[in-house]
């Protein structure tokens, strides 16, 4: 049965059919409670097992296939939104793009022929929907909640007396074995915050992790990190944004940064001390972004809080609004 909607009204049905450990999962569920927070009807529609179904913080859950009527319909993946192609009826419909492996030529075709509204993570995205044909993509300012912050972040300790940080899947592309030589080189402690491993080889490199001074959480409580660290260290070969960046400055943790993509984009002035290119960094390139990032400290602090205060759940709901025709 559809779900009924009171007149003047708009209801929002958030749509995930991902299930891995991931930031873009815990958005849409935070995009959810932002636009709960401006008044409007707000249900998570999400399939057995997805993070989502358990982490709701009390939005209303609804089965993968149920139906909805004139809805807005948000999803984050493209699978769903040909769900929802197939199952809403007179629906807006919003694709969060949260990578460039989520857009194709003939996704984007679909895109255009159903005029459908999307926001992308960063601006190299966008660029790569306008070659393909999809111009109808718009940046959305994806950030964390904001949290209490340490409002005097704790200076730096020596390097040999450092804790390095990293939230992360276990996936190749997140290049552990990078984290674990600069852990090793500097003579400081990891910490490495994971989903349980599923494959023999997954366990197999929590074992070489651990016999490297890092300390694995495979529990995905990434407090272990925010509470227990003194740098955020990102070793990915890529992201599309970084949210666990952002969510370390929330927590009054600098960032040393090797991944190409979204992270250039909003670690600029101060922040872009903690960039590093290449492949791995050598113990020399190390001690000199957290040398810089020392002297620089205070202004690092602000940089960090002027780009925390013009992203999160709320900044992105507001957005959105925006982009709908009677959503006021």
Not at 96 to 121: D, E, M, N, T
Request: charged share 20%.
């Amino acid at each position: 049965m559809p779900i009924g909607i009171p007149k003047r009204e708009k209801l929002f049905v958030l749509v995930s059919r991902e299930v891995i450990w991931g930031g873009g999962e815990v958005f849409l569920r935070d995009l959810g409670m932002a636009l709960a927070s401006l008044g409007y009807s707000c249900i998570l529609r999400v399939y057995q097992g997805s993070a989502l179904s358990s982490e709701n913080k009390g939005l209303p859950v609804r089965p993968a296939f149920s139906f909805t009527y004139k809805a807005t319909v948000v999803v984050n993946d493209f699978r769903s939104l040909w769900q929802s192609l197939l199952l809403d009826r007179c629906a807006e419909r919003i694709f969060i793009i949260h990578g460039p492996w989520q857009i194709s030529k003939i996704r984007a075709l679909i895109c255009r022929i159903f005029r459908i509204r999307s926001y992308a993570v960063n601006s190299q995205i966008i660029e790569l929907c306008v070659e393909l044909g999809h111009q109808n993509v718009h940046l959305i300012p994806l950030g964390p909640e904001k949290e209490s912050r340490r409002k005097v972040p704790v200076l730096l300790p020596p390097t040999s007396k450092l804790t390095f940080g990293m939230v992360a899947r276990l996936d190749p592309i997140k290049r552990h074995h990078i984290f674990t030589e600069v852990v090793k080189s500097a003579g400081a402690r990891g910490i490495l915050v994971c989903p349980p491993p599923e494959t023999s080889a997954q366990i197999d490199l929590l074992q070489t992790l651990e016999g490297n001074r890092v300390e694995v959480f495979s529990d995905g409580d990434s407090n272990h990190v925010w509470q227990n660290c003194n740098i955020y260290l990102c070793t990915s070969k890529y992201e599309s944004l970084g949210l666990a960046i952002l969510e370390s400055l929330n927590h009054g943790i600098p960032v040393i940064c090797l991944a190409d993509g979204g992270p250039a984009q909003i670690l600029s002035k101060t922040l872009s001390l903690g960039l590093i290119q290449g492949n791995a960094p050598s113990i020399g390139d190390l001690e000199s972004a957290i040398s810089q990032i020392r002297q620089n400290w205070g202004q690092y602090w602000i940089d960090a809080e002027i780009l925390l205060e013009a992203r999160g759940p709320l900044a992105c709901a507001k957005v959105i609004l925006e982009g709908l025709p009677n959503a006021h």
